[in-house]
């Protein structure tokens, strides 16, 4: 059975701030890693994917993926009030099942 | 223009009602799923088809039963319906099986009584 971890949070971060969330999975072989942003009462919403070693670039968002160490993170740099959110970690299989963890808290304060 | 529809938003009903939930994707999707998120906001997939044909089926009840009339429409009937049946209900799309990214739909809220 696969597993994907993450850290429930609050993690409180300092508007300007950079928030920095963590992801471990279970499965050596899976191939492709997704980082989904949900708001409370809304649906998560793509914003990273990430298929190879090393980091990977979109806007504030950075998405670092390490097979070797089974992790996978996402910085959010200049953190603002609008990313307060929680943020789902997601590994993908051949099959299009995403396997998530229970999500990371993240709260920007002013 | 939205991706990926689903209806009801909400539904409320007793416990043993039948009800369905349908949604549509407007992307050119080969693939479909649905994914239940309970109270402790676990998303978990439920189903899946690809271009019609039933792929992924994880373990659930058989109270639930997807139907997927084209590649772009895919619903979820539920029949008997449980006090634990109480979720939030998730489509989603992508362009295919193989690592592909998914879209959500808004969701539908089901709420036993």
């Known amino acids: 059975q696969k597993e994907v971890e993450q850290n429930s949070g609050p993690l409180s971060v300092p508007e300007g701030a950079i928030a920095s969330l963590n992801c471990t999975y279970s499965d050596r072989g899976s191939q492709s890693f997704f980082w989904y942003r949900q708001y409370s009462g809304k649906s998560p919403e793509l914003i990273m994917s990430i298929y190879s070693n090393g980091d990977k670039e979109d806007g504030r968002f950075t998405a670092q993926l390490n097979k070797a160490s089974q992790y996978v993170s996402l910085l959010i740099r200049d953190s603002q009030p609008s990313d307060s959110a929680t943020y789902l970690c997601?590994?993908?299989?051949?099959?299009?099942?995403?396997?998530f963890g229970a999500g990371t808290q993240v709260v920007v304060t002013p | 223009d939205t991706a990926v529809s689903q209806t009801p938003k909400y539904l409320v009903t007793q416990m043993g009602n039948d009800k369905s939930i349908k949604c549509e994707q407007n992307l050119g999707h080969d693939t479909m799923y649905w994914y239940k998120q309970d109270s402790k906001k676990f998303l978990k997939i439920m189903f899946s088809y690809n271009n019609k044909e039933l792929i992924i089926n994880e373990t659930v009840p058989n109270r639930f039963s997807p139907k997927s009339p084209d590649k772009a429409h895919l619903n979820l009937h539920i029949n008997s319906l449980e006090l634990g049946d109480s979720a939030v209900y998730f489509c989603?799309?992508?362009?295919?099986?193989?690592?592909?990214?998914?879209?959500f739909g808004d969701g539908t809220r089901l709420s036993i009584l």
């Open positions: 989603a799309s992508s362009l295919g099986t193989d690592n592909q990214p998914q879209h």
């Open positions: 997601a590994e993908g299989d051949s099959w299009g099942k995403l396997q």
